[in-house]
């Protein structure tokens, strides 16, 4: 168990939680594991998509 962030970058960025010990996980891992059928370059994240 962890926090996710928004991307590996920025999780390693923020580092482990000083206050719970829990690490923090980036979106595009998290996903792989759930759904790893789909290739991380489908994911859209932190984009504006017309239309939506």
């Known amino acids: ?3 996710l962030r928004e991307t ?3 999780a390693a ?4 939680d000083k206050d719970t010990g829990l690490h923090r996980t980036g979106m595009e891992d998290y996903l792989a ?4 059928e789909i290739q991380a370059s489908e994911w859209i994240h932190d984009k ?3 239309g939506l």
């Open 1 to 3: 168990m962890g926090f």
């Open 8 to 10: 590996k970058e920025l």
């Open 13 to 16: 960025k923020a580092g482990i």
């Open 33 to 36: 594991v759930i759904f790893p």
């Open 48 to 50: 504006i998509i017309d």
